[in-house]
């Protein structure tokens, strides 16, 4: 029982990192239908109707401290959604995923700055080879033009932006949980990022007219997958891991989940692995490994 309960960090993110296999695939699959900002619109807005009653009902407003704080976190987080469905969509579910691996790398250097956690040679090292093997993979458009599942540039890089706002969220969520709970970060992330897309989802509504009226039962499955399951579900008990762990730990999340993400794509896409991205994902598993391994004390 004991070990169950000095371990249950680590299920936890392991859960997590099943259910965050599915959200490259299911998106990719829904945002060829759906329009990218409408698409993220109603991914929030179903992740808002489970999530914001309960908000209300254990939560007191009134006495939330320095609610700007809170908005600061919500707004990395909605930056990372709002950029990463552009991206997902120009580039490979596997590659989008697996670049979310580097988020323990970026959320160590941000922890050194904001959380002053000290880092040591081994895990300044770790950071070094996993962001090598991240530009690899970004790179892997120009190494293998033509080649299928090689991804595409733009998409890449746009993936890699909203990377660098996921862990500003992540490490900032360690920084304010003496001040808030995970329900209230995920519920202010929830609500800022309906608030943001629905000022500019006429953008969408304009380009777009007609486009529901082709829209396959897939791509609705998606929509409700990526909604309730890996929004809903997925960010708080994130926030959850987080709170438990340390910002580089709970991130963890992010380079187990390309292997779900793999089996999902297998199954959903039909897409399979390159040569190229086995090496980009050997480097980026490598340099995180060295940053996450805590060596056992001396007895």
């Known amino acids: 029982m004991n070990w169950l309960k000095r371990n249950q960090a680590l299920f936890l993110i392991i859960f997590v990192a099943i259910l965050g296999g599915g959200m490259s695939p299911f998106i990719k699959v829904s945002a060829k239908e759906i329009p990218p900002i409408l698409f993220t619109l109603f991914r929030f807005i179903l992740a808002g109707i489970i999530l914001l009653p309960l908000f209300l009902k ?146 969408d509504f304009a380009a777009n007219l007609l486009w529901w009226r082709h ?25 959850y891991a987080i709170k438990k762990a340390t910002p580089v730990i709970a991130s963890m999340v992010l380079y187990l989940q390309p292997v779900f993400s793999f089996v999902w794509a297998y199954f959903l896409l039909g897409e399979h692995l390159t040569s190229g991205l086995i090496f980009g994902v050997a480097l980026t598993f490598i340099g995180v490994g060295f940053v996450t391994y805590v060596p056992k004390k001396a007895s």
């Open 58 to 203: 254990k939560e007191n407003i009134k006495k939330l401290k320095n609610p700007k704080n809170l908005a600061l976190v919500a707004i990395f987080g909605t930056g990372n959604v709002a950029i990463s469905v552009f991206g997902i969509k120009l580039t490979t579910a596997s590659i989008s995923q697996t670049l979310y691996a580097i988020v323990p790398v970026i959320a160590g250097v941000l922890s050194y700055f904001i959380l002053k956690t000290k880092l040591s040679s081994r895990e300044i090292f770790g950071m070094l080879v996993g962001l090598l093997g991240a530009l690899y993979i970004i790179m892997l458009p120009v190494f293998g033009k033509g080649m299928p599942f090689s991804g595409n540039l733009l998409g890449d890089i746009l993936v890699l932006i909203a990377v660098l706002s996921f862990s500003l969220y992540t490490v900032l969520s360690k920084k304010f949980h003496k001040d808030y709970s995970p329900l209230a970060i995920t519920s202010a992330f929830i609500l800022m990022t309906i608030f943001t897309q629905a000022v500019i989802s006429p953008i």
């Open 215 to 239: 829209i396959s039962v897939m791509a609705i499955v998606g929509l409700l997958y990526v909604g309730i399951i890996g929004t809903a579900f997925y960010y708080l008990l994130y926030q």
